[in-house]
């Protein structure tokens, strides 16, 4: 069964710092797409990054980086020079396969910034 | 362009009472999914339509919610009856399948049911 792994249900940065949120995924497909969401507290679900299983570089959006470890099925999220507006919930989800835009979403890591 | 817009944001209902939330999508978007989020858990896929057929409902409670897409374009989802337990966020998302690379879901803010 496919699965979603986010062990830190909390984090704390200083601003400007970077922080890294953990992800592990198990899926028995060879091609999968992973993506970070961040939800801040009004409730929409914002993109911020994706991984295909077959990209041999990672991911890049602005401050937000994937470091993508296929061999230890981890996705991890990196946000440099955090800011105070990064404060909110993020999760990690993963698509199997290319014929679908299900997506399996974690539990969630809740990242606070403080000045 | 509009995002995907839901109504209503919050509902406040007994058990045992009768809701429905509506969402549009944004336009053009083929593919439409309701997800469930209880308090402290992930984002859970309720139901995905694609343009107005059901893809996946296998997780839907069908004994209390159904859905309906008519026309291919919004969709509304209903709880009868409600249950304790069906407190949650209630997100709607579309996105553009076949479209981008990466099957990006655009999401609506949500409608928050309480159940009493």
């Known amino acids: 069964a496919q699965k979603i792994t986010q062990t830190q249900p909390g984090m704390f940065v200083q601003e400007k710092e970077a922080v890294t949120l953990d992800c592990t995924y198990d899926?028995?497909?060879?091609?999968?797409?992973l993506f970070w969401y961040k939800q801040p507290s009004s409730g929409e679900m914002i993109f911020l990054i994706y991984q295909g299983s077959y990209d041999e570089q990672n991911a890049t959006e602005g401050r937000y980086s994937l470091n993508f470890q296929k061999a230890r099925k981890s996705a991890n999220l990196v946000i440099s020079a955090s800011q105070l507006g990064d404060s909110a919930m993020y999760f990690c989800a993963m698509r199997e396969g290319h014929n679908t835009d299900k997506l399996i979403f974690g539990t969630g890591t809740r990242l606070q910034v403080f000045p | 362009e509009a995002g995907v817009a839901q109504s209503p944001r919050y509902k406040i209902i007994e058990k045992r009472q009768s809701v429905a939330f509506w969402c549009n999508p944004i336009s053009g978007h083929a593919t439409l999914y309701w997800y469930q989020q209880i308090l402290g858990q992930g984002p859970k896929l309720l139901i995905q339509?694609?343009?107005?057929?059901?893809?996946?409902d296998s997780q839907l409670p069908k004994d209390r919610f159904s859905a309906e897409r008519l026309k291919g374009v919004d969709s509304t989802l209903k709880i009868q009856p409600a249950k304790l337990e069906d407190s949650a966020v209630y997100l709607c998302?579309?996105?553009?399948?076949?479209?981008?690379?990466?099957?990006?879901?655009?999401f609506g803010e949500g409608s928050r049911l309480t159940v009493l």
């Open positions: 899926t028995s497909d060879q091609s999968y797409g």
């Open positions: 998302a579309s996105s553009s399948h076949g479209g981008a690379r990466t099957g990006e879901l655009f």
């Open positions: 339509f694609q343009n107005n057929g059901v893809v996946d």
